[in-house]
């Protein structure tokens, strides 16, 4: 194969297999993007221009007003910060609580861990109907409080679990020195293993973040005209009846940045992310 | 793992100064910290899961009055729904395809990236990018590109292939089917690479220099070492790959919305239709039970096999 032939110092061969595979990915996985990036500064005249333009030669801004404003992206895009950062930081100092007192008190054994585990693959369409009806009856559907608790709840066996592994390799040695040195627990918690866990708390918080940001399923189901987040803002373009595509482009450009931002910028701790703290990246 | 306490050293006769909440807080500790997050939990996932419990074996239908109840009438309306069950085989044969593809292309690219080379950082930061995208947005960005007549996939092939391509992705089977897997690849198979890449590099280097030193080609390596060395890792990414894939919504609530008629109808997307659209409340209820049923089967049993093959 060709990992293996380069990894030959003598035969410093080029492998052509290699690049191409690899090229080829790079360009599948860019070339939405693009697209993306140039349907959303392209003029309405373009759109079914045979061949098709590849870049707008008067590039414009008319669809990110629109977006924004005409179909209330900019709504959407308040919603969705404030849901995601409250729910982001609900999340990851219960997750954290609870990881802690599962990591160095093994509180409930394994059953306990585990049971939070099997919520991460609960599929959501088995809780999401009676969530909506307990929501309507309690009065926040279509709330942003009852959105934050919602994701709060969904986000949380991802945070529990990176903290978890978290925890658990790291040594315990400073909190049982600060026991006996007269901490309370709590002490011994807050202010001797909460800043020392701290990037692990960040990285948990920033899968926390993405999750809310790109979540659509429980948004759908949960709001209506008050506290849609910005993946819902999505609707308003299926069918495409009035050809709203660089509009739909330019509402995807404002979503996508902040998150890819974050995650580019965590990824050194992204294999734990995807696999709960699971395997060490 | 051994338990963190220092109850060693209050038994021993020196008592915290400490009062009573304090105490009583020092006693529960490891309760308390775990109190919000299961409370929360319970509220929002356990109690829900109990309450649509009741709901699929009464009548709670927006079209019907009352709250009658109504035994297996609400499974027997699903289990005998030829698109409930074409819903079940359509995400089986999605998530199947999707998955068994995310997983070789991940692994062909992790194989390509194990070994530093120039620019190598760059890609990796490229290449995870569509991590972090809404499922949403995908969908739209394949509409985008594929969606007649202004998506420029047509034109493309046209070009390439000499002869006018004029394939309608996102209405006519079985295209239809391919566009939906692509744009989960796409979203995908850079999970698969991350994790399988993780796994690759963790693989000592000196198995490869011995191999190499008793004459053992690249290929004979591959499946003596490489493949026993990541099997483990294979299976945990594809378990997970494969639990959220069966959830598939998302890129079909934008690209196809289950349609033409029901042909891109999931499990999540029937479930939705019954319970949102119809207001069929208790007939998603119980459908949901079914599912959670199935899914539950196939999670014990992957999961299992994955704390078996993490003991060995």
């Not at chain 1, 990992?3 to 080029?14: C, E, F, H, K, Q």
């Not at chain 2, 009658?68 to 409930?84: C, H, M, Q, T, Y």
């Not at chain 2, 989960?184 to 994790?195: A, E, L, R, Y």
């Not at chain 2, 008793?214 to 299976?235: C, R």
Request: hydrophobic share 55%.
């Amino acid at each position: 194969m060709a990992v293996r032939a380069a990894r030959r110092p003598r035969r410093r061969s080029i492998p052509v297999a290699r690049i191409l595979l690899l090229g080829f990915f790079l360009i599948f996985v860019l070339f939405p993007l693009y697209w993306i990036l140039n349907t959303s500064i392209k003029p309405s005249d373009d759109y079914l221009a045979v061949p098709p333009v590849w870049w707008p030669e008067h590039p414009t801004l008319v669809h990110y007003e629109a977006a924004l404003f005409a179909y209330r992206g900019l709504d959407g895009l308040v919603n969705s910060i404030i849901v995601s950062v409250s729910a982001t930081i609900l999340s990851a100092l219960l997750g954290t609580l609870m990881a802690y007192s599962l990591a160095r008190y093994n509180t409930g054994g394994r059953h306990l861990s585990f049971w939070v585990l099997s919520q991460r693959f609960l599929p959501p369409i088995g809780i999401v109907l009676p969530v909506f009806l307990i929501y309507r009856s309690v009065g926040i559907y279509d709330t942003r409080f009852g959105l934050i608790i919602a994701y709060t709840v969904f986000t949380l066996p991802v945070s529990v679990w990176m903290m978890f592994a978290y925890f658990r390799q790291m040594p315990k040695s400073m909190e049982e020195a600060a026991l006996v040195d007269g901490c309370t627990r709590w002490q011994a918690f807050w202010r001797v293993a909460v800043p020392l866990a701290a990037p692990g708390i960040v990285a948990a918080a920033v899968f926390a973040f993405i999750a809310c940001w790109t979540e659509f399923f429980f948004a759908l189901l949960l709001t209506s005209r008050t506290a849609f987040t910005l993946p819902t803002v999505f609707r308003a373009f299926i069918g495409f009846q009035g050809a709203q595509y660089g509009e739909a482009a330019a509402l995807a450009i404002v979503s996508l940045v902040p998150s890819i931002a974050l995650g580019v910028l965590a990824q050194k701790h992204l294999v734990r992310g995807l696999t709960l703290g699971a395997v060490r990246g | 793992m051994s338990n963190f306490s220092l109850r060693q050293m209050t038994s021993a006769g020196a008592p915290l100064p400490l009062s009573g909440v304090a105490q009583w807080t020092e006693r529960h500790f490891k309760w308390i910290l775990v109190g919000p997050a299961v409370l929360l939990i319970v509220a929002l996932s356990i109690y829900p899961l109990a309450f649509s419990l009741v709901v699929s074996f009464i009548n709670y239908d927006f079209q019907i009055p009352g709250h009658a109840f109504v035994g297996l009438k609400n499974f027997e309306r699903v289990i005998f729904d030829p698109v409930a069950r074409w819903s079940l085989v359509l995400t089986a044969g999605l998530s199947g395809v999707s998955v068994a593809v995310e997983f070789m292309l991940g692994l062909a690219v992790a194989l390509t990236m194990v070994r530093s080379f120039p620019g190598r950082g760059l890609i990796m930061s490229i290449l995870i990018v569509p991590l972090f995208i809404s499922p949403v947005i995908v969908g739209q960005a394949w509409t985008l590109l594929l969606q007649r007549p202004f998506g420029p996939t047509n034109y493309v092939l046209s070009q390439l292939l000499g002869y006018e391509v004029t394939i309608g992705w996102l209405t006519e089977s079985p295209w239809l089917y391919i566009s939906l897997i692509i744009a989960d690849v796409w979203q995908w198979t850079p999970f698969m690479f991350v994790i399988l890449l993780a796994g690759l590099t963790s693989i000592p280097p000196n198995l490869y220099e011995a191999a190499e030193l008793d004459g053992v080609n690249a290929w004979q390596a591959f499946w003596a070492i490489t493949l026993p060395h990541l099997a483990p890792m294979m299976l945990l990414a594809i378990t997970f790959r494969l639990l959220d894939a069966i959830r598939m919504f998302d890129t079909i609530f934008i690209m196809t919305g289950g349609g033409p008629g029901t042909q891109t109808y999931t499990a999540s997307y029937y479930l939705y239709t019954i319970g949102f659209t119809q207001f069929h409340l208790s007939q998603a209820t119980a459908g949901s039970w079914l599912f959670l049923i199935v899914t539950a089967l196939v999670v014990t049993l992957l999961v299992r096999r994955l704390l078996r093959a993490e003991v060995n």
